[in-house]
């Protein structure tokens, strides 16, 4: 059994920043790739931004790109989402996903082993 648990939700200001974190555990050998999701009241869960196992690929969905950051530390069993000049709209509960095999997808329905979620809340 894997788990995976993310921190560093929290209240921000319109125009701060945050780093989520997704901590592994358990057989982390059936987490690969990686991706970070996110969910706003009344609206579908959506991808922000993957990152394959070794690092050397990732993705970011358009409506983050140039804002959110992803990355990893494998030798902590860790990956991160830094989250910069929030607005609003990014305001959402953070979900952090895990593939077996395979490079991060932008769709949840190829993961495996999801996170419980953190919360974001941006003020104006």
């Known amino acids: 059994q894997v788990t995976l648990v993310e921190s560093g939700g929290g209240l921000v200001q319109a125009g701060g920043s945050l780093r989520l974190s997704c901590a592994v555990s358990g057989r982390t050998e059936y987490v690969a790739a990686m991706a970070w999701f996110r969910q706003s009241a009344g609206k579908e869960r959506e991808f922000v931004s993957g990152?394959?196992?070794?690092?050397?690929?990732?993705d970011v969905a358009e409506s983050v790109k140039g804002r959110f950051f992803v990355s990893r530390n494998n030798a902590k069993n860790e990956a991160y989402l830094e989250v910069d000049i929030l607005k609003p709209e990014d305001t959402a509960v953070y979900y952090c996903?895990?593939?077996?095999?395979?490079?991060?997808?932008?769709?949840?329905?190829?993961?495996?082993?999801w996170g419980q979620g953190t919360q974001d809340t941006v003020s104006a």
């Open positions: 990152i394959s196992y070794n690092g050397g690929y990732t």
């Open positions: 996903a895990g593939i077996a095999r395979g490079n991060a997808s932008r769709s949840e329905e190829d993961y495996t082993t």
